[in-house]
């Protein structure tokens, strides 16, 4: 299944930090369904955004006709990816448009997306409403009949039976969606499955006491309200970023709000109530809990629950929020710390709604730094254990923290865990980069130099084709030994800088999905209010594609990623989500290799051994069968362009694999605070058993360092 067909009311992707930062009182952007014409300020940062992308994209591809088709494209589909509302003649209608995004962002002409949208609007009441007669239907579930799933392999409705008639087979198959949720829910609740309920699951346990056809109508509700509530500032960051993203998927305007929630995530010290929230069904809905934060010590609230009312201090009204969009109850649950909030909220363990009042404080979000664990795993040759010292790295941080110019960042706290390994006299470093998306370029080449004395780390290319050496310029290393990168496909940016430079050195090994993410690009971001009216954040910020990430064996790191050493099967490596899987992402080159050092830590015929073993307990391993049989169907069903809509064929596919399901919790899962450092599983074991072999390689090669 190429595209899974998702509720467009319902987004896990979408993870807040509740965190607060200083701002004026604004009077609230305009809903589009008001507007008539473009406000003159949007028509600046249009004008403002087409100029720079026009002159200063690192692709140097001008802003013209081609760019504007793709830009058009783009738009429809933020609108109806799955082709559900628009018409074909809305399409045709419109068309006139397509080669004309270009020259209208450059005259900062936005009155077509506003054309657009409210057309988009019509046909989402006329449809919606159809939704909800077909709910109230009886449907006949032994019929043999299909729902399409990859919309890049249909047209848009050509009338208006044709576009009913699609969301009837859409409300049938949601509605068969919503009872094999519940089926699987009942196997969780009692014990029938082999995975352990967790926090994921937490997450995503539908409402037992819900009746499906109540809840899809709750549905269908919300995503009408939420479309009828966009705002001038949503549609604009739309339009712009469908033009923007017709250059490269990571080029992006953000809007001021969007800008400001930005800002507080790249910090790691933030007040709030420590919690990550999505927007399901209408509800707000906690993903998980910020270790350490107010939530955490309160102890009430759990993933899962869904926050219904808002309150401000000990006795300010409760506002409801059910059905309001996740930044606006975001913004009403900020605060200073020190003060109160109070939530309204329906535990996801059943029962009456509970108020629970929270005072904020300030969060230090230790779960997105450094943590490191010393793991004894097989037998060192003096007959004791053997010690490795893993780290987790979830992102690449720097930050002034405290108020008084106190520096927290990356490199000194992966230091600190490090000295204190060699305390414990560990004997291989595995610094885990899986889950880590990337984040300061500073701080991959600083914590580069804590494994290399001296020398290149990356290249970047810039608009001008000039090249730029960004070198680790402190002598000496942190730790000499062994060293062991685990990464996946979600390794992306700065990850594959360091673990690309490892292996350009051959100083460890690369462990993991066959590839890493592909991101090989630096972006810049333009606060387009400081530049145009001399105010921070007040038009919202361009982030924009600049320069290309190059290894120090000039190889780039863009769409292709750094290739595994020794490769480990996952489900993550078959989800569509690396830079190649991206529309319009730059393409690989390379450029001269700059000299470096040679540690000769690795070589051919050593790996060739090491993967041998690693193929050998592999196939012996329950765990892994387990895994291939999972990769084996979720590799099927996402392959299919078409589901059954009858009963028996529908629940008997989802019974033996939901390939969405699987997707939504391999994505959430990945962006949720680890509990515990280390845990011990069949794949972790496998990694350990690779570290172990490397260092029994490099003793009888005699290339082990001193830590």
């Known amino acids: 299944m190429k595209q899974l067909i998702k509720c467009a009311a319902t987004s896990f992707g979408l993870l ?46 001008r802003l013209d006709d081609e760019i504007s088709e793709k830009a058009f494209n783009q738009f429809m589909k933020m609108l109806d990816p799955q082709k559900i509302y628009l018409l074909q003649e809305d399409i045709e209608e419109f068309s006139g448009a397509r080669t004309r995004f270009d020259d209208y962002a450059l005259e900062g002409d936005m009155d077509v997306a506003i054309k657009i949208f409210k057309r988009f609007l019509k046909r989402v009441d006329t449809r919606i409403e159809m939704a909800h007669k077909y709910i109230d239907q009886e449907h006949d579930f032994s019929k043999q009949e299909k729902i399409a799933t990859d919309p890049d392999e249909i047209s848009y409705p050509g009338s208006t039976a044709e576009a009913n008639d699609r969301m009837r087979r859409l409300v049938k198959y949601r509605l068969l969606l919503l009872e094999s949720d519940k089926i699987r829910s009942d196997q969780l609740k009692a014990g029938k499955d082999e995975d352990e309920e967790d926090a994921v699951q937490d997450v995503l346990r539908p409402d037992p006491n819900e009746d499906p056809r109540e809840r899809l109508h709750r549905i269908y509700r919300t995503t009408a309200k939420r479309w009828h509530q966009t705002d001038a500032d949503e549609l604009l960051e739309m339009y ?78 409760m506002i409801d929020v059910v059905d309001m969009k996740l930044d606006d109850v975001v913004d009403k649950i900020r605060g200073t710390a020190g003060t109160v909030v109070r939530l309204g909220v329906l535990p996801n363990a059943g029962g009456e709604m509970q108020e629970y009042s929270i005072v904020r404080a300030k969060i230090s979000l230790d779960d997105s730094a450094a943590r490191g664990e010393v793991v004894e795993y097989g037998k060192n040759t003096d007959g004791g254990p053997l010690k490795f010292g893993y780290i987790d790295l979830p992102s690449f941080y720097s930050a002034n923290i405290g108020g008084e110019g106190k520096k927290r960042s ?23 980069l899986s889950r880590n998306g990337g984040g300061s ?5 600083n914590l580069t130099g804590l494994f ?38 979600g390794s992306a940016s700065a990850s594959e800088i360091l673990a690309g430079a490892i292996q350009d050195y051959r100083r460890g090994i690369i462990v993991g999905d066959p590839q890493t993410h592909g991101k090989g690009t630096v972006q810049t971001l333009i606060d387009l209010g400081r530049q145009l009216v001399g105010v921070s954040g007040e038009m919202g910020a361009l982030k924009l594609t600049i320069r290309q990430f190059y290894l120090p064996g000039g190889k780039s790191t863009q769409r292709q990623g750094v290739m595994s050493d020794i490769v480990l099967p996952a489900i993550t490596a078959s989800i569509d989500n690396g830079e190649a899987d991206l529309p319009n992402a730059l393409p690989n080159n390379e450029v001269k290799p700059v000299r470096h050092y040679d540690y000769n830590m690795v070589s051919e015929n050593m790996l060739a051994k090491l993967r041998s073993k690693s193929e050998q307990r592999i196939e ?88």
């Open 240 to 317: 712009v970023s469908a033009i923007t993203t017709a250059f490269d998927p990571h080029t992006t305007f953000m809007s001021p709000d969007t800008f400001e929630n930005f800002i507080i995530m790249m910090s790691l010290e933030l007040d709030g109530i420590g919690a990550q929230l999505t927007s399901e069904d209408g509800y707000t809905k906690l993903t998980s809990i910020v270790p350490g934060g107010a939530a955490d010590k309160d102890g009430r609230l759990k993933p899962g629950d869904r926050i219904i009312q808002v309150g401000q201090g000990e006795d300010g009204d």
């Open 16 to 61: 807040v930090a509740l965190a607060s930062l200083p701002l004026d009182a604004k009077d609230p952007p305009p809903a589009v369904e008001t507007l008539n014409e473009a406000r003159p300020g949007d028509s600046n940062i249009v004008r403002a955004v087409a100029m720079v992308m026009d002159r200063q994209h690192m692709s140097k591809h």
């Open 620 to 707: 012996a391993s329950e765990g892994f069968k387990k895994l291939f049989r999972r990769i084996e169907l979720f590799e099927k069903q996402k392959e299919e362009n078409f589901v059954s809509l009858n009963r028996e064929d529908f629940l008997k596919r989802r019974a033996e694999l939901d390939a969405e399901r699987e997707e939504t919790e391999t994505l959430l899962e990945s962006q949720m605070p680890k509990k515990d450092v280390f845990k011990m599983d069949y794949y972790s074991e496998e990694v350990l058993s690779i570290a172990k072999d490397y260092v029994e390689q490099l003793r009888k090669l005699d290339l082990v360092q001193a830590g």
């Open 452 to 489: 290399i004395d001296r020398g290149p780390v990356v290249q970047a290319k810039a608009l001008g084709g000039e090249l730029e050496i960004h070198r680790d310029t402190d002598s000496g290393v942190a730790w000499g030994g062994p060293l062991i990168v685990m990464t996946s496909k």
């Open 441 to 445: 370029l500073e701080e991959a080449i």
């Open 410 to 432: 990356t490199t000194a706290d992966v230091r600190k865990i490090i000295n204190g390994f060699r305390k414990d006299n560990i004997d291989a470093v595995v610094l885990d």
